[in-house]
Nanobody, 120 residues
């Protein structure tokens, strides 16, 4: 089992910044990719950015040059630095961790989410 706890959400004005953190605990040695997704009311959950253990990333177009994902493997923590936030960034942000399973598949563990609200 892997447990994920997000923190750092809140309310910020357009153009402001927030830094989200997600700490993993439990059976964590097998965690490979971690990342962030978000979901706004009435919309599908969408990927923000993944990051592999080797720190390879793949940002969604809507956050490129504004958000930065990073991880500290020693602390079992992934971060999302969000700059120049826009009202359309308002969503619940979820952290996930991918664990390999037999058959070349992956199982995703998810955190409970943290609310990010961008409003003037």
């Amino acid at each position: 089992q892997v447990q994920l706890v997000e923190s750092g959400g809140g309310t910020v004005q357009p153009g402001g910044s927030l830094r989200l953190s997600c700490s993993a605990s439990g059976i964590i040695d097998s965690i490979n990719t971690m990342g962030w997704s978000r979901q706004a009311p009435g919309k599908q959950r969408e990927s923000v950015a993944p990051i592999t253990r080797a720190a390879n990333t793949n940002y969604a177009d809507f956050v490129k040059d504004r958000f930065t994902i990073s991880r500290d493997n020693a602390k079992n923590t992934v971060y999302l630095q969000m700059n120049n936030l826009l009202p359309e960034d308002t969503a619940v942000y979820y952290c996930y961790a991918d664990v390999p399973v037999p058959g070349s598949a992956w199982y995703d563990y998810w955190g409970e989410g943290t609310q990010v609200t961008v409003s003037s």
